[in-house]
């Protein structure tokens, strides 16, 4: 069986190691969700510059969960960190329609062993719209995706070709969930790590994405 998890472990779990997976330097946009956790496990010793899409530069932690003077995409509380800044919304977008996001961070509805992404609309039911989801996968230059791995039915969110509308078409690079990392090597998804206690061969039976198996196949570091 599978080590179990509850949402705070398991959404805690992907965010610590997209954390650490950042390069020094980056300018990183995140997304709501599970993403929005990132700022409260950014590794030491770093200097990572992440960016909500409503304008905030150099985004850290919240100082306060009460305090919402400093909220970000998702309208949770967040601070600005030494010589960050705010900017407006079309400028933020400029940004990242411009190509100039080194990575991004989102959350999924779905994802396919071709890279494509749905994470905005599920069929039928109201959505206000894809917001700015599709300009951020084609603009930044590395798309992680930040995602439990089964649905609440128990149905595996790593498909083999997403059902969903689509954000976009072949941009996923990184894939992270509570039991794996998976990465997008030149059109191949590659299982480079695995949660400690769970069996590769269980998991890709309940996963219906095809995984080729990492001959250096590691523990999950987080």
């Not at 200097?47 to 949770?76: C, H, S, V, W």
């Not at 990575?103 to 994470?119: F, H, I, K, P, W």
């Not at 649905?151 to 976009?168: A, I």
Request: charge should be negative; aromatic fraction near 4%; hydrophobic fraction near 40%.
């Amino acid at each position: 069986m599978l080590p179990e998890l509850n949402e705070k472990e398991a959404r805690e779990r992907i965010a610590k190691r997209i954390a650490a997976d950042l390069e020094d330097g980056a300018l990183v946009n995140l997304g709501i969700g599970i993403p929005q956790l990132i700022p409260n496990f950014m590794p030491k010793g770093v200097n990572i510059f992440l960016q909500t899409e409503n304008g905030t530069i150099y985004a850290g932690p919240a100082k306060d969960p009460n305090d919402l003077r400093i909220i970000d995409a998702g309208g949770a509380p967040i601070s600005v960190l030494p010589g960050g800044s705010f900017v407006s919304s079309d400028l933020s977008f400029a940004i990242l329609r411009g190509g100039h996001i080194d990575a991004t961070v989102l959350g999924a509805l779905q994802v396919d062993r071709e890279g494509s992404l749905a994470n905005w609309t599920i069929p039928n039911v109201r959505t206000p719209g894809m917001g700015g989801a599709m300009d951020i996968v084609v603009g930044a230059k590395k798309v992680y995706v930040a995602t439990r791995h089964f649905e609440k039915n128990g149905n595996s969110k790593l498909m083999k070709k997403c059902t969903l509308p689509l954000t976009g078409h072949g941009v996923v690079d990184v894939i992270v969930t509570e039991y794996c990392l998976v990465r997008n090597i030149n059109g191949r998804m590659v299982l480079e790590e695995i949660a400690e206690g769970a069996d590769p061969a269980e998991l890709q039976d309940r996963t219906e994405m095809r995984m080729e198996i990492s001959p250096d196949l590691k523990i999950m570091a987080c």
